[in-house]
Each structure stands twice: as structure tokens, then as C-alpha cells.
């Protein structure tokens, strides 16, 4: 026999579908542009109310109307820990209805996934945080040290009417915090039936984004023409983005080879990591990313007549540096593109990496090896960015560990921003369970 408040009580494996499928039907599509952006404000009311049902005050901060960032604190009972930062954006990036199998803001469930914008990205830790939250104050669970909520926005778009504006204009609601734990990582990769890797993210690469400038003679386009800006340019961004530039194994990129290497029994040649890479089939677009600067045009403009030569021509190139590496590709890129052309930032942040030791990392690997007694966590590098950017301006040590089991053949690193981004529905309970675990040993 249950009791009444027993049976009252929502079984997490089923509130975390609940959740995540009505976050998913909030459309909070990013589009870079505060007049087109839409939704944050919605996710972000029904965060609080979700939190203020059992009892948590949470408190909405907005940089510009409608960019709305969410943040509460649970209180410890050791007041001489430092507070751990659990954060999550609610943003997403926009999708086309047009290419998708379900409506990309239906919720769908199918075929054992949960379907929808934002649901590997990342609306299902947003989901997974708030089951655990509200289980623990149902159940009368408390951390040992305080743990803050953060759930922001803008995350798709660099972040500055988010993270960067909490730490900026509100860094005292994250007093005490001293570790974080956010997106990307956590989540399997299958070596074999009983093997599973867990990527766990603690470093990532710097944003360095440039918008090139290239100067000439504007003119005629029927006459003989020796400084045209367009070619000037072609020339550049064709130089930058044919280079490979050289190969730099930082420990934790080290760490995950040797760790996979073993694992697959693969042979690791330090000179030549690019080889064991090759062999780890979807994840190699990430790993491969990591062992170097990269550099990738992205926009090209020029002109605005077919027989006009152009003054001018510019172009956008989304560079991302490994750690401490930033000044050094600045000065790479100033000798692929010679002294005519000029380089202007647009977009710099620092890259991040920490060690994968300590009492933090212990506690992943607990909880992750008591629900998945084949877990074989391992550090690695994202090649993107992430909050935590903004988050260790603060000194605040981030990882990525938001806990996902997923099934061997999913290209999940495909479906980052892609078409059909969907969440394995007992990869996500999964997730509440081991967070869960984490959350009440650390
Ligand atoms: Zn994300």
C-alpha cells in the first residue's frame, strides 16, 4: 500500500518526459536579433513556476525585453562548501517545419525519441535539472553545499544577453561558486556491448571570430584592372581557408586518445593522432577538431553591380583556437592574408581547459559507473563554445556533464542545430538518474 502522498508523487522517469516535451513546445528560437527572437520570456516564467510549485524562488533577470535568464539558489546544509552553478540555456536555434519528419515544436514522441528543437540542445538537461530539483524538495532531499540554477538565455547567439550579462551585471547571485556544471558532455559513446565511453567536457576551444578587409581601386568592369578588392580578397580567404594548420595535443585531447586508443586497441602515434581519429567513426568531426587551430570562411561580401568594380570587399572567418593559442593563430592568420588585407575582431573569447581530477570528477564517474556499470569516463575537448565561457570569467572551474545514454548507432553529435534533433526518452531518464546521484554526493 502507498500512502495518498506517495501516490501523489510524480514518478521522475515520468516527470522529466513531461517537462522536456512542454519546454520543447515553447518556441524559443534564436535568431541572433532581438527583434525576431522569441520565447525566452515564456520558458523562463515556466521555469519559475515549475520551481515556485515546490517551493524554490527563483528570480527572472531581463537584459532587453523578452531575453530572459532565470536563476535561484537551493540552499546547502554545510554553509563551509562552496557553491556548485548548474546551468542550462533555454534558447535554440531556429528550424525549418519544412524539413523536419515532426513539427520542430511539437514534442513529439516516436519511436522511443522525444522530438523536437532543443531537445538534445538543451532542453533536456533544463528538463533533467528541474525533475531532480523538484523531487528533492517533494521528498525533503537536501545538497550538502548550495547549488545555484542558472537557466539563461542568448546561449545560441554568444551569450551576451545571457551568461555574459549575468556575470557582468549580476555576478553576486554566484557567490560561493567555485565549479559548474553545464552542456556539452556526459553523454555515451558505445564501444561495445559492455563499453561506453562518457565524454565529459573540460576544455573547450576559443571563439575567435575575424571579418577580413580588403581595399582597391573601385572602377570599371570592362577595363584592364590591377586593385580589385574582390580578387584581393578571394585570394586571402582561399589562402586561410585551404591552410591546415599544425597539429597540438593538449593533455586533455591526450587523455581522451590514449584512454580511446586502449579502449579500441587502436595503436597511438603521438606524432600522427589524425590516424586513431579516423577510426572513431561520428565522433571524429569533433575529436579532429581539437588537435588544431581551424579557421572556416564563412561570409563573403562584395559589390552591388555586375559591371562595377567595388571599393571594398569583406569577408567572415570562424576561427576557434586551442588553449592559449589565441595571439599565436592571430599572428598565422596575419601572414596567410599578407599586410593589404585587414583583420578586425569581431568576436574573441578565450579558450577554456581544467584537469579531470578532484572530488568533482569523482562523483560524475560514481554516478555514472552505479547506472551504467560499463561507463568508462573520459575528458575531452569541445570544439565549440559554450556558457561556461562566460561562467570561468567569474573563476568559476566548468565542465560539461550533462548525463545522456544514448544508443549506439544515434549520430548524436549530428544533431546539434540539425534536422530531426531528437532525445532517446530512456537516454533522458537515464540522465535524471545519474544527475540525481551527482547531485546529492557532490
Ligand atoms: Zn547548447
Redesign the pocket.
Known amino acids: 500500500m502507498t500512502s495518498d502522498a506517495a501516490s501523489a508523487r510524480p514518478d521522475p522517469a515520468d516527470e522529466v518526459v513531461d517537462l522536456c516535451r512542454d519546454l520543447l513546445r515553447i518556441d524559443t528560437t534564436n535568431t541572433g536579433d532581438n527583434a525576431t527572437s522569441v520565447g525566452e520570456r515564456a520558458a523562463a516564467e515556466y521555469v519559475a513556476e515549475k520551481l515556485a510549485e515546490v517551493g524554490v524562488d527563483a528570480v527572472i533577470h531581463e537584459s532587453a525585453p523578452g531575453r530572459a535568464n532565470l536563476v535561484a539558489r537551493i540552499p546547502g546544509t554545510d554553509p563551509g562548501r562552496d557553491a556548485l552553478l548548474v546551468h542550462g540555456?533555454l534558447d535554440v536555434v531556429p528550424a525549418d517545419p519544412d524539413e523536419w519528419s515532426v513539427h520542430p515544436f511539437s514534442g513529439e514522441i516516436r519511436d522511443g525519441y522525444l522530438w523536437g528543437r532543443g531537445a538534445i540542445?538543451?532542453k533536456d538537461f533544463d528538463a533533467m535539472v528541474l525533475t531532480v530539483v523538484r523531487n528533492w524538495q517533494r521528498t525533503g532531499v537536501r545538497p550538502a553545499r548550495d547549488i545555484v540554477l542558472a537557466f539563461t538565455a542568448d546561449?545560441?547567439a554568444g551569450s551576451d544577453y545571457g551568461a555574459h550579462f549575468l556575470t557582468e551585471h549580476h555576478r553576486g547571485l554566484f557567490d560561493g561558486c567555485t565549479e559548474a556544471i553545464g552542456?556539452?558532455g556526459g553523454f555515451s559513446y558505445t564501444i561495445d556491448e559492455s563499453q561506453r565511453l562518457y565524454l565529459i567536457e573540460t576544455a573547450e576551444k576559443g571563439i575567435d571570430w575575424l571579418r577580413l578587409h580588403a581595399r582597391g581601386r573601385p572602377g570599371h568592369g570592362s577595363m584592364v584592372h590591377d586593385d580589385n578588392a574582390v580578387t584581393a580578397l578571394a585570394e586571402a580567404v582561399a589562402r586561410i581557408g585551404r591552410h591546415r594548420f599544425p597539429v597540438v595535443v593538449t593533455d586533455t585531447v591526450r587523455a581522451f586518445l590514449e584512454e580511446v586508443s586502449d579502449l579500441l586497441g587502436v595503436e597511438l602515434d603521438p606524432a600522427d593522432p589524425e590516424t586513431a581519429i579516423a577510426k572513431l567513426g561520428p565522433i571524429a568531426n569533433i575529436i579532429g577538431a581539437t588537435i588544431r587551430n581551424t579557421a572556416n570562411p564563412t561570409r563573403f561580401a562584395a559589390g552591388y553591380k555586375d559591371n562595377v568594380i567595388p571599393g571594398r570587399a569583406t569577408a567572415t572567418i570562424d576561427c576557434r583556437s586551442l588553449p592559449g593559442q589565441s595571439e599565436l593563430l592571430e599572428q598565422q592568420l596575419r601572414e596567410l592574408v599578407g599586410p593589404d588585407i585587414v583583420i578586425e575582431y569581431i568576436q574573441r573569447q578565450p579558450a577554456l581547459e581544467t584537469t579531470f581530477d578532484g572530488d568533482l570528477v569523482d562523483a560524475m564517474s560514481v554516478a555514472l559507473r552505479a547506472e551504467d556499470p560499463g561507463a568508462r569516463p573520459v575528458p575531452y575537448m569541445l570544439s565549440g563554445g559554450?556558457d561556461a565561457k562566460a561562467f570561468s570569467q567569474l573563476g568559476i572551474r566548468c565542465f560539461g556533464f550533462a548525463p545522456l545514454r544514448l544508443p549506439a548507432d544515434l549520430n548524436f553529435s549530428g544533431l546539434f542545430h540539425g534536422i530531426d534533433e531528437r532525445v532517446p526518452v530512456d537516454g533522458l531518464q537515464f540522465g535524471v538518474r545519474v544527475l540525481d546521484r551527482f547531485l546529492r554526493s557532490c
Request: aromatic share 0%; net charge negative; proline share 0%.
Open positions: 540555456h540542445d538543451m546561449e545560441e552542456e556539452v559554450t
